[in-house]
């Protein structure tokens, strides 16, 4: 990897405004010389096979994101070093073109991003989701992205033509009803209130859209579930999931000491909650446990999950099956003759 340094452009004509306010840290840019785009995921507890990342890192900031200790194996620290260095793929679209174009490819459904998200800041400049999008649009290969960032209203185009050709669906990752809350944990994500705009005008475009209320932070953030699931469902969303909060390896070392400082008042309960949920310890590693907790309190929070979102009137299961629409464009003439 190299820094990326440039000169400021006299003639650049782009005018930018920040949406929210200024970041606390310098953001510095390194190119990443990956020759592999897709990363395959073999996690048996994961509903999804293959996911593109354009960036490591997040610029976002989230305290508790499960990705930060990737960014120890570049030699970055997992706590601002994760939010300010961003690896950026610059040949992420030739790459996954390239991957298309292999005959062991046959059009399984690609997450945008398995790990950091597709549509931070940075994506506004350099575009690498929307090249991406693009070429999942000319194979036709179905697509799901989750995000937080509403700069995936920017690729309505793109994602329309998914929804003609191939398959999409939008998740917006929205864990917190109260901004002045959200603002604590992810300091330089947009607010809810931004995202839950962003979904309805996709959902009124007619894409599909669904919310992610992750993690559920117990203690914190689980009364918000009902009020999320009533406003995803107001906003257009037919689908509904949640996780529980992760914290392995570093990312409990960064949770617990910005949660600390940012509520001093709810901090003790909040650790009791989260250990109560996790048979006394703070988090769980083991696959198809991670996701979810044990004991009273847990059960107790899925109960209202389930019911919260019957009443807010998504349907009990997602019936979209993804469709087989990939393939490789110009072939179909080809095999005519």
């Not at 395959?40 to 507890?45: A, V």
């Not at 890192?57 to 499960?66: E, I, L, T, V």
């Not at 209130?193 to 953030?221: C, Q, V, W, Y």
């Not at 919260?308 to 003439?333: S, Y």
Request: charged letters at 25%.
């Amino acid at each position: 990897m190299r820094p990326i340094s440039n000169p400021p452009n006299p003639y650049e004509s782009r005018h930018r405004d920040l949406l929210e306010p200024a970041p606390a840290t310098r953001l510095e840019m390194y190119d990443d010389s990956s020759r592999e785009i897709l990363s395959r995921n073999d996690s048996p507890d994961l509903s999804f096979r293959w996911s593109v990342n354009p960036y490591r890192g997040c610029f976002h900031a989230c305290a508790y994101c499960y990705a930060r200790p990737t960014h120890e194996y570049w030699g970055f620290g997992a706590g601002t070093d994760f939010e300010s260095k961003i690896v950026v793929k610059r040949q992420a679209a030739t790459l996954l073109r390239q991957a298309f174009e292999r005959p062991s490819w046959k059009g399984e459904l690609i997450v945008f991003s398995g790990n950091t998200d597709c549509y931070q800041p940075v994506e506004a400049s350099l575009e690498l989701t929307r090249a991406c999008l693009e070429i999942c649009a000319e194979y036709r290969n179905p697509v799901a992205i989750i995000t937080k960032g509403v700069l995936v209203q920017r690729d309505l185009d793109v994602l329309k033509r998914l929804h003609q050709e191939a398959w999409v669906r939008v998740y917006f990752s929205i864990p917190f009803a109260d901004d002045e809350v959200a603002r604590r944990v992810e300091p330089q994500a947009p607010t809810s209130r931004k995202r839950f705009d962003a979904m309805t005008r996709l959902s009124e475009a007619g894409i599909s859209t669904g919310i992610s209320i992750s993690p559920i932070i117990p203690g914190l953030n689980d009364e918000d579930i009902p009020e999320l699931l009533q406003r995803a469902r107001q906003a257009g969303a037919s689908e509904a999931m949640s996780t529980l909060l992760r914290l392995a390896q570093s990312v409990e070392a960064v949770f617990v000491e910005r949660m600390s400082a940012a509520f001093p008042e709810r901090f003790a309960k909040m650790t009791h909650r989260i250990q109560e949920v996790r048979g006394g310890a703070m988090t769980d590693g083991a696959f198809f446990s991670r996701h979810h907790g044990t004991g009273p309190y847990w059960t107790m929070i899925e109960r209202l999950f389930r019911v919260a979102k019957r009443k807010a009137g998504f349907a009990d299961f997602d019936e979209g099956l993804v469709p087989k629409t990939f393939r490789r464009p110009g072939r179909e003439q080809t095999r005519l003759f």
